[in-house]
């Protein structure tokens, strides 16, 4: 499911996962519970993957679909963890296929200060574009995770390239300069320490599937959400926004005098993600071993 997210992210997810172990060993499947997944104002990260969905449709970028998947698990100690999937096709160019996951605790008083590094919120949201062009993925990766474990990465993910640059990153193919400086200017902007501080080091394994634009950020555990509902969407729409600027610029060249074929490159990319995926084990013990796997080898990573 944490399919964009530096293995640091996952890794995190995992480990906490690995630490309640006995809780979600005891988790079991409460389809009963979906009519009570529709409120959406009870899910932290809803209002990110809505205003997403919308802006493409209303750009003619992806069509509208009714695909979705939902379930719910029970952990050990009571609570629902509702898990909710959505994807849209593209217009086959630029983008081939939008799709977020969002994991959330069922819990009415959940927002609350009180509650503030005991829930999980999980947004992964990515929109894979056409491999017949140079853009990049978007991929957004939000984790609030129970012992204040709160994590957030926004990135235009190079898969144009098995190249990368001299301090490790991918190598990000962008159709002009202009649109360096822009990114350059939002990662400026927000990751900085007096908005988004850096969240520190990364693997060199995990630094070729990032940008050197990548933001990157460890919340405090004070006022969790009232930065996710402020600096982190204000700098989730503006890096969504830069996207979408970038999906038009693509559309008004001429794709056919490029000859443009990334397949290879991208189904690398999904393939390496689906196959280390650490979300796996914590899925399976939410959901089931055959529903996990339905949802990450046809909804999460389909082939190309």
């Not at 086959?92 to 200060?113: C, G, M, N, V």
């Not at 957030?152 to 490790?168: C, E």
């Amino acid at each position: 499911m944490l399919t964009l997210s530096p293995l640091f992210i996952c890794n995190a997810f995992l480990r906490w996962a690995t630490q309640n172990r006995r809780c979600l060993l005891n988790a079991s499947l409460n389809k009963s519970n979906l009519k009570n997944m529709d409120n959406s104002n009870n899910i932290l990260f809803e209002p990110f993957a809505r205003y997403v969905w919308e802006k493409l449709e209303s750009n003619g970028l992806a069509l509208d679909s009714d695909d979705k998947w939902r379930n719910v698990g029970k952990l050990g100690n009571g609570k629902n963890v509702t898990i909710e999937v959505k994807v849209l096709p593209g217009s086959e160019e630029p983008i081939r296929l939008a799709r977020y996951a969002l994991l959330s605790t069922h819990d009415t008083d959940k927002f609350t200060p009180n509650f503030e590094g005991s829930v999980i919120e999980v947004l992964n949201l990515v929109i894979f574009p056409s491999p017949k062009t140079q853009l990049p993925v978007f991929g957004a990766d939000m984790v609030i995770l129970p012992g204040n474990k709160n994590l957030m990465l926004i990135d235009f993910q190079p898969v144009s390239s098995n190249k990368i640059t001299s301090s490790g990153e991918g190598i990000l193919t962008l159709p002009n300069q202009e649109f360096h400086k822009k990114l350059q200017r939002l990662h400026d902007k927000y990751n900085n320490a007096d908005c988004l501080p850096w969240g520190g080091d990364v693997p060199s394994e995990v630094k070729r599937f990032m940008s050197m634009y990548a933001l990157w950020t460890r919340l405090p555990p004070q006022d969790t959400f009232e930065l996710v509902h402020t600096k982190v969407f204000e700098a989730f729409k503006d890096y969504f926004h830069l996207y979408i600027e970038l999906c038009e610029e693509t559309i008004k060249q001429d794709l056919s005098h490029h000859n443009h074929d990334f397949t290879a490159i991208h189904q690398e990319y999904i393939t390496y993600r689906k196959e280390n995926d650490p979300a796996r084990p914590m899925l399976r013990r939410l959901y089931g071993e055959e529903w996990s796997e339905m949802l990450l080898e046809k909804v999460l990573f389909p082939p190309i």
